[in-house]
């Protein structure tokens, strides 16, 4: 019988199931909507996942118990037990398989380093960062509520919280508060309600609009963009501790695509940080460490 392997990777706009051989070769793929518990729930998420690996394997013409291992990394697992739903929902799955689900992140991290040691900063509606060493997972910050910083849903409210304090006269007129304005109307505080109501992924949506103001030289946006990179900066340089030299940073996520974002966030690393794009898709990382789990 021949064996497989099956990484997901889920995210706030997609999920995309991959499916391997033992060499980490694609043998086929399939996208599905956004996964994040957090915004669509843990009941919808397990039948979004029960749907995806169904469909993925009959493509395939693969069997449930032809999968060796499979790992879930999806956005938002740490949450409440999801992560030991989720693992319990692909245990029951794939009977022959050994199977682990965790956060996101460990996509990253394992994509750009499947038999290395490094880091992974994911930048976009939402932030994190792990450490690898072996394969032994650290977490870094990213603690939703609790630490909501270094991310697209925080640059879009700063930048609406910012064109209201313009409104009420405790800062200057800007690039950004125009633009913002020209979105959602010169009175602000007549759209209150439509503006809290806002998801987050309607909010991080408001990135580029800072990235464009800052882009013209903006100092309100400019000073928005180095408060999250200030932030990221401080998670790269923690995890500068498990290592005694040059250590590698696998970024990922819309944000760090951004030429200010990522220019700030060098100047504000430790010089020992390598700061590096995987081409790899995050899903493959997540094979990877699928991988890991037979090792």
Known sequence: MT??????????????FLLCDLELNEIGRLISPRSNPNDIGIDRLESLLTEGINSLLCKCGVEKEEILSAFAGI???TSADYSVRVKNLLSKMLPNAKCDALHDGINVLYGAFPKSDGVSIICGTGSSCFV?????????????????VGNGYEIGKSAIAHSLRVFDGRAEKSILSQSVTARYGEDLVASLDKLLAMTKDELAALAPVVFDAASQGDSAALAIIRAN?????ELINKAGDYFESEYRVALAGGILKNEIALDMLSSLVDSRAIL??????????AAAKAYSLID
């Open 3 to 16: 064996k497989y392997l099956l990484g997901i990777d889920g995210g706030g706009s997609k999920t995309d």
């Open 132 to 148: 690898k060493i072996g394969n032994t997972i650290f977490r870094i910050g990213g603690y939703g509520s609790f630490d909501l």
């Open 75 to 77: 956005a938002g697992l």
């Open 276 to 285: 590096v794009t995987s081409d790899r898709a995050p899903s493959f990382g």
């Open 229 to 233: 990179m200030e932030y990221i900066a």
